[in-house]
Protein backbone atom coordinates (compact mmCIF):
# COMPACT_ATOMS: atom_id res chain seq x y z
CA UNK A 1 0.00 0.00 0.00
CA UNK A 2 1.21 3.23 -0.95
CA UNK A 3 1.63 5.72 1.60
CA UNK A 4 0.42 9.32 0.93
CA UNK A 5 4.13 11.35 0.54
CA UNK A 6 4.04 8.46 -2.17
CA UNK A 7 0.71 9.89 -4.09
CA UNK A 8 1.64 13.57 -4.23
CA UNK A 9 3.74 12.90 -7.54
CA UNK A 10 0.65 11.65 -9.00
CA UNK A 11 -1.86 14.43 -8.14
CA UNK A 12 -0.06 17.06 -9.26
CA UNK A 13 0.26 15.60 -12.99
CA UNK A 14 -0.99 16.18 -16.19
CA UNK A 15 -2.44 13.13 -17.09
CA UNK A 16 -6.34 12.93 -15.11
CA UNK A 17 -5.94 9.19 -15.31
CA UNK A 18 -2.90 9.68 -12.95
CA UNK A 19 -4.52 12.02 -10.59
CA UNK A 20 -7.63 9.99 -10.57
CA UNK A 21 -5.72 7.20 -9.28
CA UNK A 22 -3.97 9.60 -6.46
CA UNK A 23 -7.33 10.75 -5.48
CA UNK A 24 -8.60 7.30 -5.02
CA UNK A 25 -5.66 5.99 -3.53
CA UNK A 26 -5.47 9.40 -1.36
CA UNK A 27 -9.09 8.18 -0.31
CA UNK A 28 -8.52 4.44 0.53
CA UNK A 29 -5.45 5.54 2.47
CA UNK A 30 -7.49 7.99 4.73
CA UNK A 31 -10.34 5.39 4.68
CA UNK A 32 -8.04 2.76 6.33
CA UNK A 33 -6.69 4.72 9.09
CA UNK A 34 -10.04 6.25 9.88
CA UNK A 35 -11.32 2.40 9.89
CA UNK A 36 -8.27 1.41 12.01
CA UNK A 37 -8.64 4.10 14.66
CA UNK A 38 -13.05 2.85 14.85
CA UNK A 39 -11.80 -0.79 15.25
CA UNK A 40 -9.37 0.22 18.09
CA UNK A 41 -12.12 2.07 19.76
CA UNK A 42 -14.69 -0.43 19.42
CA UNK A 43 -11.44 -2.96 20.93
CA UNK A 44 -11.46 -0.01 24.04
CA UNK A 45 -7.84 -0.15 22.82
CA UNK A 46 -7.46 3.98 21.30
CA UNK A 47 -4.80 5.84 22.81
CA UNK A 48 -7.17 8.77 22.83
CA UNK A 49 -10.34 10.45 23.63
CA UNK A 50 -11.44 11.52 20.42
CA UNK A 51 -13.18 15.11 20.50
CA UNK A 52 -16.38 14.01 18.30
CA UNK A 53 -19.17 11.31 19.21
CA UNK A 54 -18.89 8.26 18.12
CA UNK A 55 -21.56 9.33 15.19
CA UNK A 56 -19.10 11.54 13.89
CA UNK A 57 -17.27 9.45 12.36
CA UNK A 58 -19.91 6.83 11.83
CA UNK A 59 -20.93 9.55 9.38
CA UNK A 60 -17.69 10.34 7.52
CA UNK A 61 -16.67 6.74 7.45
CA UNK A 62 -20.06 6.39 5.29
CA UNK A 63 -19.59 9.10 3.17
CA UNK A 64 -16.14 7.32 2.83
CA UNK A 65 -16.69 4.26 1.75
CA UNK A 66 -19.90 5.99 -0.80
CA UNK A 67 -17.17 8.31 -2.38
CA UNK A 68 -14.68 4.78 -2.90
CA UNK A 69 -17.68 3.15 -4.82
CA UNK A 70 -18.31 6.00 -7.14
CA UNK A 71 -14.69 6.24 -8.01
CA UNK A 72 -14.12 2.79 -8.78
CA UNK A 73 -17.93 3.10 -10.97
CA UNK A 74 -16.15 5.51 -12.70
CA UNK A 75 -12.83 4.21 -13.22
CA UNK A 76 -14.53 1.16 -14.56
CA UNK A 77 -16.68 3.61 -17.08
CA UNK A 78 -13.65 5.87 -17.85
CA UNK A 79 -10.87 2.51 -18.58
CA UNK A 80 -8.95 3.57 -15.07
CA UNK A 81 -7.02 0.46 -14.01
CA UNK A 82 -6.92 1.61 -10.03
Excluded: H
Excluded at 9 to 36: C, H, P, W
Excluded at 52 to 67: E, L
Amino acid sequence: MKTLKETVEMMNSTDYKERFIAEYDQLVIRYKGLKNMLDKWDRDELEFKPTCPRSTYNMQIKAMTDYIAVLEARAVMENVEL
